[in-house]
């Protein structure tokens, strides 16, 4: 029973680039949650999504950021143009439905911005 | 004011002490409560969630005070492996989503 699947581990992309992030759930959790890093700081919730619907995006910046948890396949956090400032570890986690929402997190992405 | 609060650190203790962290939050309508252990450059992993009744896990005890909004984690007879960041995270209303603190560093010494 794989945990979170995130990829890629790392990457490198050059500023005005696009990034992309994948993150695939545990087996049986529907619900997808990403989360930002910056270095020294604490977690920050970004968007929270149910397959094919976005439930609640408001932790995501306005511009250059997007993401989708399509029907089939992993969610993805895509962000456009990137910025020095958007080098981070970025978290995926997952829950199922019921009473426990425990998380699971993935190892993360760790994007930097060149 | 940040929505949840912890003193950032470092925490240097030796082998074997005794160690507490604490934690407030803000928001009153917070409805469960966690604490989670982040080792460098890793992913935040379940500690364990935190009730009224208060609760302990072998070593670990953490206690919750809802008129106060205070959340504390107790470590007995630290362990070189118990070296990590430490965060206090809340979470509530309909999306559950999880509040961060900033983390506490905890470094034992040999």
């Known amino acids: 029973n794989a945990g979170v699947m995130q990829n890629p581990r790392h990457l490198v992309r050059r500023r005005g680039q696009e990034a992309r992030l994948r993150c695939s759930p545990m087996k049986g959790h529907s619900h997808v949650y990403w989360y930002r890093q910056l270095p020294e700081e604490g977690l920050k919730f970004m968007v929270y999504?149910?397959?094919?619907?976005?439930?609640?995006e408001s932790g995501m910046p306005k511009e250059r950021f997007s993401a989708e948890f399509p029907k089939e396949g992993p969610s993805i956090l895509r962000i456009q143009q990137v910025v020095r400032g958007d080098s981070a570890a970025y978290f995926c986690?997952?829950?199922?439905?019921?009473?426990?929402?425990?998380?699971?997190f993935g190892s993360g992405t760790r994007l930097t911005v060149v | 004011r940040k929505e949840v609060e912890q003193d950032p650190g470092p925490f240097n203790v030796p082998e074997g002490a005794t160690v507490a962290f604490n934690c407030t939050y803000s928001?009153?309508?917070?409805?469960?409560f966690f604490w989670y252990r982040q080792d460098c450059r890793k992913e935040p992993k379940l500690l364990m969630s935190?009730?009224?009744s208060g609760n302990e896990d072998g070593r670990f005890t953490a206690q919750l005070n809802r008129a106060s909004q205070y959340i504390s984690l107790l470590i007995r007879d630290s362990k070189l492996s118990d070296s990590a960041t430490y965060l206090c995270v809340v979470s509530g209303g309909a999306t559950n989503k999880l509040i961060f603190g900033t983390g506490t560093l905890l470094a034992v010494q040999p």
């Open positions: 928001n009153s309508a917070s409805q469960s």
């Open positions: 935190v009730y009224s």
């Open positions: 999504l149910q397959k094919e619907n976005i439930i609640d």
């Open positions: 986690a997952s829950s199922g439905t019921g009473a426990d929402y425990g998380y699971t």
